[in-house]
């Protein structure tokens, strides 16, 4: 039997290094979440969880990228009689991956969730207490979609191999073979299923980081301002005791005296500042998230602009960072999700290197 191309051995193994690496960042952040009730209890981390275990479901079939798919399938690569690499399985085991891959619609439609989140919070000032009212829409939407569109496909025999996994491709998996008008019409029910849905989440999660930005540096602005005052009265404090006021009672004539240390203005500028200094980290802190997703989708849909141009195939170089990267959200997001703790650790010891933070980080019941 001839052996596989490189590309099929390359788009068959990269995935797999990714993919665990992402089921590794995603059972950090459930961990963290599962051993705090204080994380427990805040939306933002019952969404990351709930978006963490959506992406170990997902990533467990990215890791076993050719395995599910039909064995001996030719490899589109190489001299058209080469195999895919690892393909190992039939019909049935590609429709359950098949499913699977579908599933990760969740992943973009989760993480505009968590977009909306960060702008309630920071934009429009919501509590965490208002929202847990709506939270139910906000965690109940995406696996539902996934969900129904996942099983329809498979029920429409709508899976078949896309050379590195099973997706959504009849023609792929029954090349010749006549197609039913649903089947037909497969790359329609790819953009309404995936793709559709994946560049509505890229265009909505970009205004949301378009309007955190803004405000970010609105904040910044409020940040610099508080700490100018602050700054101000503890000068004055301290060249000419400005701010203390001493009184005696008459009871005593002058022989009991007690200071005043807080002026009138000093509690409303400490807790302007405080609110706007944790309004700005929650706002960074959503940015991040915002550019993890970027990573994980830039190649993907770098990939349907080319189908779309409909010139030429995507350079395989496309087609690599494509099958790797949209592997590896859950690290990307763990990362993401630790770097408030990470923050801290080295704060509290600016000896210590990023990798002893990041371990702190992970060990911290916090």
Sequence with gaps: MASAPPQSVALAVVPKFTAFLSICGSSIIISKVVR??????????RIMAWLSISDIIVSIWFFASTWPIPSGTVSVYGDGTQPIYGAVGNDISCSVAGWFNQFQVVGPLFTSTLASYFLLVVYNGWSDAKIKRKEWILLGLPPTFAIVTSTFAVAANLMGQVQWTCWICPQCFQEGAELTPIQSRFKLIQWLFLFGPVWGCIIYVSIIFYMLFKKMQSLETKILSYSHVRSMERDRDTSTNTGKEKISTDAEKGNRKFSLTKTIRRPSVRTGFDSAKQSHQIAKQGLYYVVAFYITWTFPTTNRIYELAGTQAAPFAVQLLDTALISLQGA????????PSIDKQRTLDPEAGYFSALNAAIQAKE
């Design 332 to 339: 990307l997001n763990c990362f993401v999700y630790l770097k």
């Design 36 to 45: 705090s009730p204080k994380r427990q209890k805040q939306t933002m981390h």
